[in-house]
């Protein structure tokens, strides 16, 4: 039985707070949180016990670990604190708004013996794991390229702009599903709001093997929208990650056509094939969670996770070249 801190009891926090409630191999002793209103909320609801000082938390030998969900501007401070306190940490992403504190929190963790861990939650999204058995079985053959779309309305962050917020995501998961790193990043963004910071971003990466990747993000978007294509040499696929759900799509050019003259709209249609879609079976799963008992498995039993503070410092490197 792990014993856990919840440190911020936010929107996010909540679902964490939560889980651990939940889990059979977490006991949550107590959760921080500056506001009150929250902390009375929690208490009422999982009978825990709350504080507005998260030191009291870091200060108490009973937790073996802690879960960060604080504003981004706040991880380094946090999880800097949490680890020299002799404390395992899972913290949501990103890991922190600079590399080089990144770097420097990987090196202590490693120092102190402790595991890091970032939350990069569609690492354990059940289409996106389905999706990455499918590349490796050469479902797709070559992959040509991907773009992800992640849109919805909301109140811009005052610690970061979207580009940190939304787009770390779907790069983590470019990544993720091409098991390497972009060489080449480009990037177009705006604020059209009082922001200081970017709400609206189009982001395109280029990895090796020719592959192009592509993300637009957006706070201003009046529908919410959380996709992903994938378009390779045989298949191609779409990925949404609210339903879980993932199309394969028989479709494609037939390229011999090319040539061939045609008169007609019937004879125009011939140059593509047009086989069998598929909508493939995948068992709905609560990724947070998926995520939270990795790291108690990972804390447990000494096990380096998926999602390590190298994950998260590498991806937010990537975040830097793009916002440059």
């Not at 937790?63 to 504003?71: D, H, L, Q």
């Not at 991907?146 to 995501?169: E, I, K, N, Q, W």
């Not at 963004?189 to 957006?218: H, M, P």
Request: charged share 30%; with cysteine; glycine share 6%.
């Amino acid at each position: 039985m792990l014993n856990v801190g919840v440190i911020g009891a936010g929107v996010w926090g909540k679902n964490h707070i939560r889980i651990f409630s939940e889990v059979e191999d977490a006991n949550l002793v107590k959760i921080a949180d500056l506001n009150e209103k929250n902390m009375n909320g929690m208490s009422n609801t999982f009978k825990i016990k709350t504080t507005t000082d998260y030191k009291e938390i870091l200060n108490d030998s009973e937790i073996e670990a802690v879960s960060i969900c604080t504003p981004a501007s706040t991880h380094y401070k946090i999880i800097k604190e949490a680890l020299e306190s002799g404390k395992h940490v899972l913290v949501e992403k990103p890991l922190t708004l600079n590399s080089k504190e990144g770097e420097e929190l990987v090196e202590l963790a490693k120092n102190k013996n402790k595991i890091l861990m970032v939350g990069h939650i569609f690492r354990f999204n059940p289409g996106v794991l389905r999706l990455k058995e499918e590349i490796k079985k050469g479902t797709f053959g070559k992959i040509y390229f991907m773009y992800g779309s992640r849109m919805g309305l909301m109140t811009p962050r005052d610690d970061c702009g979207v580009v940190f917020d939304f787009a770390l995501h779907d790069i983590d998961t470019f990544c993720f599903l091409l098991d390497d790193q972009p060489i080449e990043v480009n990037t177009v963004t705006n604020s059209y709001t009082k922001s200081k910071f970017e709400d609206v971003g189009f982001i395109s990466l280029k990895f090796n093997n020719n592959i192009l990747a592509n993300v637009v993000v957006s706070w201003l978007s009046p529908v919410k929208v959380r996709e992903l294509w994938l378009v390779g040499e045989k298949k191609s696929a779409k990925l949404d990650y609210l339903t879980q759900e993932l199309e394969v799509f028989d479709r494609g050019i037939i390229e011999e056509k090319f040539d061939e003259k045609y008169d007609s709209f019937g004879a125009f249609k011939l140059i593509t094939k047009q086989g069998d879609d598929l909508k493939l079976n995948i068992k709905n799963k609560e990724p947070l969670k998926e995520e939270i008992l990795h790291f108690i498995d990972c804390v447990v039993n000494n096990k380096k996770p998926i999602t390590d503070g190298s994950v998260g410092v590498e991806i937010v490197r990537i975040i830097e070249k793009a916002l440059r």
